[in-house]
C-alpha cells in the first residue's frame, strides 16, 4: 500500500500528487537515448535504474505495469495485454486522451496491489514498469517471468520526464525511431505553444493542492516535477521558493498558515484529485485573502486535466496543450 499511496499522491495531487525517492525526477531530456538500431530491429538492450534488460524479439503481450505507462505504450501503437490502474475508474484503465489507441482492444485491467502470480498468468513478453516505482527484489521477481524495464537510470518512478520515458519505452518495443519523433513533435508543439503566447515568459506560476488528508496543509508541486516542468515548458516559472521549501522532495508542503506564498505567483493552477475530500480553492481556509484568487488568477482544472497532467505523457500533454494556455492566457489578462 506504501508504494501505491506514494504513486497516487506522485501522480495526482496531495501527498502523489509522496516521494519514498527524495530525489526529483530526470529532467527532460537529461537522460541520452537509449541505444537501438533500427525500428524493427530485434533484439535490443535497455539500460534502466535496475539493470540492463535484452528484448530478444518485437513483444506480442505486453504488460504495463507502470501507473502512467500505458499511454507511452499506446502512442506507439502497441495495446497491452494488460494496464494497471491508476485512478478513475476509466474503461481499460484509460483515459479520454488515449482511448482511441486501443484499437477495440480489451486489456484486463490490474487493480489494488499486483501479484506476481497474476501478471506470469498474463505469460507477457515484456513488463514495463518504468512508473510503478519496483524495488530490487521485485524487479528479480518480474524479470523471472519475463524481460521488464524500469525508468531510466538516475531518474525517479513516479517523476520521469516524458521525453525519457517515451524513448527508454520506444526502444524496448523496437519502435526507438518513432519515440524520437513522437517527442520531437510534442516539444515542437510546446514551442508553437510559446510563440503563441510569449506573455507566459517571465511570469511566475504554480501548480497546487489541498492536502487530500485534511489536515489543512497544501502541496505545491516544484520545477523538477512533472506539474511545475509543464509550466516552465510554456515559459513560465516557478518560483524557486517552493524548490527551497521541498528540499529535495518534488512538493512543498506548506501550512495554512503559508497559503499566502501562493501570491507571489502571477498564475496558480489547482488540482482536485479524485475520489477524495479535496476541494477546490474557493473551499479553502483563507483563499479569500489571496490576492491571486480575489484577482481570478487561479484556474482550478478538471479532473481530467488534473490527471492528464499528472500523467504528463505523450498522449495527455497534447490534450492539455488544447486546453489550458488559452485558459491561462485569459487569466492573465489576455
Same mark, same amino acid.
Given at each position: ?8 499522491? !506522485?501522480?495526482?495531487? %496531495? ?7 527524495? +530525489? ?5 531530456? /537529461? $537522460? =541520452? ?123 525517479? !518512478?513516479?517523476?520521469? %520526464? ?7 519505452? +520506444? ?5 526507438? /525511431? $518513432? =519515440? ?127 490527471? %492528464? ?16 494556455? =488559452? ?8
Amino acid at each position: 500500500m506504501i508504494v501505491r499511496l506514494r504513486a497516487f499522491v !506522485a501522480f495526482l495531487a %496531495a501527498a502523489v500528487l509522496i516521494s519514498a525517492c527524495g +530525489g526529483g525526477g530526470s529532467a527532460p531530456g /537529461a $537522460e =541520452a537515448p537509449p541505444a537501438a538500431g533500427p525500428d524493427g530491429a530485434f533484439p535490443v538492450t535497455v539500460q534502466h535504474s535496475l539493470g540492463s534488460t535484452e528484448v530478444p524479439a518485437a513483444p506480442q503481450r505486453v504488460v504495463s505495469l507502470g501507473y502512467t505507462d500505458q499511454d507511452t505504450i499506446l502512442a506507439l501503437g502497441v495495446v497491452p495485454v494488460a494496464i494497471r490502474e491508476f485512478t478513475g475508474n476509466r474503461p481499460a484503465a484509460t483515459w479520454p486522451w488515449a482511448s482511441d489507441r486501443l484499437q477495440g482492444g480489451q486489456p484486463q485491467v490490474l487493480t489494488g496491489e499486483v501479484s506476481t502470480e497474476a501478471i506470469a498468468a498474463l505469460r507477457p513478453d515484456l513488463i514495463v514498469a518504468v512508473s510503478a516505482g519496483l524495488t530490487q527484489e521485485q524487479y528479480a521477481t518480474y524479470s523471472r517471468i519475463a524481460p521488464t524495464i524500469t525508468q531510466p537510470p538516475g531518474a525517479d !518512478a513516479y517523476q520521469t %520526464a516524458w521525453q525519457d520515458a517515451t524513448r527508454l519505452i +520506444g526502444t524496448a518495443l523496437g519502435k526507438a /525511431a $518513432e =519515440a524520437e519523433r513522437l517527442v520531437a513533435d510534442l516539444e515542437a508543439r510546446f514551442a508553437a505553444v510559446r510563440a503563441q503566447y510569449p506573455q507566459f515568459g517571465g511570469k511566475r506560476a504554480a501548480v497546487a493542492a489541498a492536502s487530500s488528508s485534511g489536515n489543512g496543509h497544501y502541496f505545491v508541486w516544484t520545477s523538477d516535477d512533472n506539474r511545475g516542468r509543464f509550466l516552465t515548458a510554456l515559459g513560465f516559472t516557478v518560483p524557486a521558493q517552493f524548490d527551497e521549501l521541498a528540499a529535495g522532495d518534488f512538493y512543498a508542503d506548506i501550512s495554512g498558515e503559508q497559503l499566502g506564498l501562493l501570491d507571489q505567483n502571477d498564475l496558480v493552477g489547482w488540482i482536485t484529485i479524485p475520489g477524495t475530500p479535496n476541494p477546490g480553492i474557493s473551499q479553502q481556509t483563507g483563499a479569500a485573502a489571496l490576492r491571486v484568487a480575489r484577482e481570478g488568477r487561479v484556474v482550478e482544472l478538471t479532473e481530467e486535466q488534473g490527471v %492528464a497532467l499528472s500523467f504528463s505523457s505523450v498522449l495527455s500533454l497534447p490534450a492539455l496543450l488544447d486546453e489550458l494556455p =488559452a485558459e491561462f492566457a485569459a487569466r492573465l489578462g489576455g
